[in-house]
T-cell receptor, first 113, second 118 residues
Framework: GDSVTQMEGPVTLSEEAFLTINCTYTATGYPSPFWYVQYPGEGLQLLLKATKADDKGSNKGFEATYRKETTSFHLEKGSVQVSDSAVYFCALSDPAEGGKLIFGQGTELSVKP | EAGVAQSPRYKIIEKRQSVAFWCNPISGHATLYWYQQILGQGPKLLIQFQNNGVVDDSQLPKDRFSAERLKGVDSTLKIQPAKLEDSAVYLC????????????????FGPGTRLTVL
């Protein structure tokens, strides 16, 4: 079945630093990748997604490009803030798997002032 | 628009007891999912409903877990009897408005129910 591998955490950065969280996947069909975020004490929220190859999803200063040739969807942000501290999950939706989301293990980000 | 509602938010039980969780999806969403999130891991699908029919329950431990979706709206997930390893957050999500591609549709998650089995 499909699987998602993302960078292990925790990741600790200073405010205004550049962020990259790597995500790669294996899939049997033509999937769509997503990034979800879980802030402390809150539920999962969609951060961004891509619908076709080479699409770039973006939201709140975060970006990720769907690279079908390298089966990757790395998350980036040019300048992180303390409020970005959260757990970030890469996920995949594959019609060959019925549309369920397959999640990576999550990467905890801590941003220090 | 109201989000996905879940209750209770927290539950503590002894092993071998039973427990039930409730979910009310976003109005108009035909597809409902239950995920289990064990501490330090990503969520894993337990069961997926399309309207009131089961689409995928391959990862549901059917000897102890059961779920139903009445009239294609609300859903309940039950565990009976609970084991220590069932301690987790149980997440409900909904998606798939009519006419949307299943591949790209966004799933919206509720706040989850944190279950502790002692």
């Amino acid at each position: 079945g499909d699987s998602v591998t993302q960078m292990e955490g925790p990741v600790t950065l200073s405010e205004e630093a550049f962020l990259t969280i790597n995500c790669t996947y294996t899939a049997t069909g033509y999937p769509s990748p997503f990034w979800y975020v879980q802030y402390p004490g809150e539920g999962l929220q969609l951060l961004l997604k891509a619908t076709k190859a080479d699409d770039k999803g973006s939201n709140k200063g975060f970006e990720a490009t769907y690279r079908k040739e390298t089966t990757s969807f790395h998350l980036e942000k040019g300048s992180v803030q303390v409020s970005d501290s959260a757990v970030y999950f890469c996920a995949l939706s594959d019609p060959a798997e019925g549309g369920k989301l397959i999640f990576g293990q999550g990467t905890e980000l801590s941003v220090k002032p | 628009e109201a989000g996905v509602a879940q209750s209770p938010r927290y539950k503590i039980i002894e092993k071998r007891q039973s427990v039930a969780f409730w979910c009310n999806p976003i109005s108009g969403h035909a597809t409902l999912y239950w995920y289990q999130q064990i501490l330090g891991q990503g969520p894993k699908l337990l069961i997926q409903f399309q309207n009131n029919g089961v689409v995928d329950d391959s990862q549901l431990p059917k000897d102890r877990f059961s779920a139903e979706r009445l009239k294609g709206v609300d859903s309940t997930l039950k565990i009976q009897p609970a084991k220590l390893e069932d301690s987790a957050v149980y997440l409900c999500a909904s998606s798939f408005r009519e006419g949307t591609s299943i591949r790209t549709d966004t799933q919206y998650f509720g706040p989850g129910t944190r279950l502790t089995v002692l």
